[in-house]
């Protein structure tokens, strides 16, 4: 582990519970990827991210699923897409992405704490 992070350091990221509204496939992009379009309600309205996460997904699955993003880093540009936040995931026992997401339906755009 590195150098230990603040309380200081967490508090200035801004994950927030978002919507999925559409999934796409993403062939431009180098690892197997989706486009996602996650709305994260009021002011943020809904905002791009691509998500390494083909093996457990399919993109008409992942319609209506809630998920938790980091909002406040800046866009990345992935093969030709503006990635606007970083939707969270952890690895499963071989690697592969699951998603993040709260065990109960929330309102979107809630901030974790």
Avoid: C
């Avoid at 796409?24 to 992009?29: C, D, L, R, T």
């Amino acid at each position: 582990m590195d150098t230990p992070a603040t309380i200081e350091d967490f508090l200035r990221l801004d994950i927030r519970v978002g919507t999925i509204v559409d999934a796409q496939p993403f062939p431009e992009a180098r690892k197997p990827s989706f486009r996602l379009w996650v709305d994260f309600g009021g002011a943020l309205g809904v905002k791009r991210s691509a998500a390494q996460v083909t093996a457990h997904y399919a993109p008409d699955r992942l319609i209506g699923r809630q998920v938790m993003a980091v909002v406040n880093f800046p866009p990345r540009r992935i093969a030709g897409f503006d990635s606007e936040v970083l939707t969270l995931g952890v690895p499963d026992e071989n690697g592969e992405v699951v998603l993040l997401r709260p065990d109960m339906r929330v309102p979107d755009g809630g901030k974790m704490y």
